[in-house]
């Protein structure tokens, strides 16, 4: 199911947070990837689908430096392959000791119009990756190759990233607070409420700034704060 146009510009107008609220009305608790977090600041949320990268444990005699000489390596064919638009995430089993990539293949995805790479291991070239124009998230700098550790097996299938589902195609949503994973089928509808949401926590925001206790408004318990939002709605074209 590809993301329309017009969640995609959406999802990039609300939080993480609060998706994960609207996620949460929906059974769904384990959505976000634990553990990551941008390597530069974002002005505007990550936004596309999924594109993924399962590794295991290296085995040392798979894994000499040749080994990226095999035009089908997994990692270096999933660079290549990884759709514009969409996040390449990589599985890289919560171990940050070897890099999952490094500026170079960052720069590659950039170049190719990915929207963003998400992985649960490091980066090596964290400060390089950090000033390219595409977001990067991951859980720390980490400087050896990841053929030390991780063997890339296969792209764009089911994976476990930071504790978190990732299917191929998923929506994923980045920002400061971190990376949401929205499953595909539920992703129209779940944006649609998030955005709502928004405009009433943006009220909310307002009111308590001014002085206003939360309660009776937050939740809107009292039918008074529901009123005076459908005027502050109009006012802001909201």
Known sequence: MALHDQTRAALKRVSTATLATALYKRGFRSQMIQGVLPLAPLGESMVGEAFTLRTIPAREDLNPLSAFRDRAHPQRKGVEDCPPGHIFVVDS?????????GGILVTRLMVRGVAGVVTDGGFRDAADIAKLAIPAFHARPSAPTNLTLHQPIEANVPIGCGDAPVFPGDVLVGDNDGVIVIPAHIAD????????????????????????????????????NLERFAEWRKRHGR
């Open 93 to 101: 089993r919560k171990d940050p000791r070897a890099a999952s990539a």
């Open 189 to 224: 509808e779940v944006t649609a409420e998030a955005v709502e949401m928004t405009a009433f926590e943006d009220f909310v925001q307002e009111q308590v700034a001014g002085g206003q206790s939360i309660l009776g408004l937050y939740p809107p318990t009292d039918e008074s």
